[in-house]
């Protein structure tokens, strides 16, 4: 069955550094996002990228974060200064055309420890 | 707010029943709800999705309702077994939103 794959599956990273995680959505997927729960708490909405672009991003998506499909199978999530409440699992999922009839496929999330 | 509300207290069933789960929404309009399954430090798992003119959904042992006036799915897992122990998590989308409860846990006790 198709995957979802993401890397790092764990990144300890210092606090205002940068880090870049990446996720290879199914190949014949059109709809990507990026999701984040942190420990004990609710999975919360990123931003979601269609057709090369950002079609929507939550409040929590600030200018610290962006996002690309650098090459037609990546799709990465960019963090500029990490801070300590950004730690957390991030989980990218894709779904397809049939949009509405199917749900999300998710990887198996990156792990982010800011320390 | 627009808020998607799942039970907060664990549901602890006797393997064999029935779990039934419930999922409420206020100030908020889903053109459709799905129900996910998430295993703990994994990412969700699709189960089922059910629009908002449907009213009621089942693959194998799974039955989802939707029920519109009382702005609420029911989710239910007959037969239950050890192996469905996991956190269920009701997710509800209206357009490009898409609003994730905070799931409920299940044990199912052998």
């Known amino acids: 069955e198709p995957e979802v794959t993401q890397t790092p599956s764990h990144q300890v990273t210092q606090m205002g550094q940068e880090v870049i995680l990446r996720c290879v959505p199914i190949s014949n997927h059109l709809y990507f996002y990026w999701y984040r729960q942190i420990l004990g708490q609710k999975v919360e909405f990123l931003v979601s990228f269609y057709n090369n672009e950002i079609s929507e991003k939550s409040e929590i998506f600030d200018d610290q974060f962006s996002v690309e499909r650098p090459d037609g199978s990546n799709f990465t999530l960019k963090i500029r200064s990490t801070k300590l409440e950004d730690s957390a699992m991030y989980f990218c999922?894709?779904?397809?055309?049939?949009?509405?009839?199917?749900?999300?496929?998710f990887g198996s999330g990156t792990r982010l420890t800011v320390v | 707010s627009q808020k998607i509300e799942q039970n907060s207290e664990a549901l602890n069933i006797q393997e064999g029943k029935t779990a039934t789960l419930t999922c409420n929404y206020t100030n908020y309009s889903p053109a459709y709800l799905q129900w996910y399954r998430q295993d703990p430090g994994r990412g969700p798992v699709f189960l089922l999705l059910i629009r908002e003119n449907e009213k009621e959904k089942r693959k194998e042992r799974l039955k989802v309702t939707f029920d519109t006036t009382l702005k609420q799915s029911l989710f239910h897992i007959t037969a239950s077994q050890p192996a469905d122990s996991a956190t269920y998590l009701c997710?509800?989308?209206?357009?490009?939103?898409?609003?994730f409860g905070a799931g409920t846990r299940l044990f199912v006790k052998a």
């Open positions: 999922a894709s779904r397809g055309q049939g949009g509405q009839n199917y749900g999300y496929t």
């Open positions: 997710v509800g989308t209206g357009g490009f939103k898409t609003i």
